[in-house]
């Protein structure tokens, strides 16, 4: 039997390199990438608590859908934002696309 | 140590093994190739946890769909960004001490959470299949979550018009 803890443990640490990702990149489709490792570690903290603690009740998938389809929403119009930025300045380094910079 | 937790210690450390090479790799596809196994491992864990509808969602949608969707776009923006030099950001130590400072806060404030250690539920396979017609069903409830439901429908409409009128090519 695989207690709670290690998935929990797990899912942290997932979150804790893709925040790294985020952080640390400098191309924007690496940092999409970042975030859909964090995403994920969400979700399997949302299933294992929905697992081990309420396995009777439906909150915690239903919200695992949500964030399916939020997820999905989100690649589609960072990528479509970062395609757009390529056509127009010619990069995709996220230190470079800086037109609201003071 | 059962098989069971044998399984799960391969698949997580898999998973993160793919998910440093995602965030490290300085060849962007290979990082995009990395994510792919990723995702699977995680697929693999949603399978562990008896959540064989999220196993199959999670290869679906995001091996599919979405790793395939970035791939697409690492090969158009790809001239640009030459895949030599050194592809993290200047203060990549910073962000390295804030994930590992996350981590760290984590891994203590679980520590100290008594529930952590709690006996696995049984769930037989008719409660696994009994438990995704109850999401079916409550997704389309008006008393559960029919509007959360509708709400993500139409956000994915909306995005999916978004991204097509802003990654249009007007000239």
């Known amino acids: ?102 | 140590m059962t098989s069971i937790q044998i399984i799960f210690l391969l698949a997580a450390a898999g998973t993160l093994a793919a998910g440093v090479f995602v965030v490290s790799s300085p060849k962007i596809l290979h990082a995009a190739l990395w994510l792919i196994v990723s995702l699977f491992g995680i697929a693999i864990m949603f399978a562990l946890l008896q959540a064989n509808f999220f196993a199959v969602i999670q290869v679906v949608v995001y091996i599919g769909a979405i790793a395939i969707l970035i791939i697409f776009g690492v090969m158009l923006t790809r001239r640009i960004m030459q895949d030599t030099g050194l592809q993290l950001t200047r203060f990549w130590w910073g962000a390295a001490l804030a994930s590992l400072g996350i981590f760290a806060g984590l891994i203590t404030m679980l520590s100290g959470w008594k529930a952590a250690d709690i006996a696995l539920p049984e769930m037989s396979s008719s409660g696994t299949t009994q438990a995704i017609s109850q999401l079916g069903q409550a997704l389309v409830s008006p008393d559960a979550y029919v509007l959360p439901f509708e709400a993500a429908s139409i956000l994915l409409v909306v995005a999916m018009i978004g991204a097509i009128y802003i990654a249009l090519d007007r000239k």
């Open chain 1, 1 to 102: 039997m695989i207690p709670l803890s290690w998935y929990l443990v797990f899912s942290a640490a997932l979150f804790s390199i893709g925040l790294f990702g985020v952080l640390a990149r400098k191309n924007a489709i690496a940092i999409l990438m970042g975030v859909e490792l964090m995403l994920n570690a969400v979700n399997i903290n949302l299933i294992a608590f929905w697992r081990y603690l309420t396995p009777t009740q439906v909150a915690g998938p239903a919200f695992v859908t949500m964030v399916f389809a939020t997820a999905a929403a989100e690649v589609a119009v960072g990528l479509a934002l970062i395609i757009s930025a390529y056509r127009r300045r010619n990069t995709v380094t996220a230190d470079e696309i800086d037109l609201l910079k003071g």
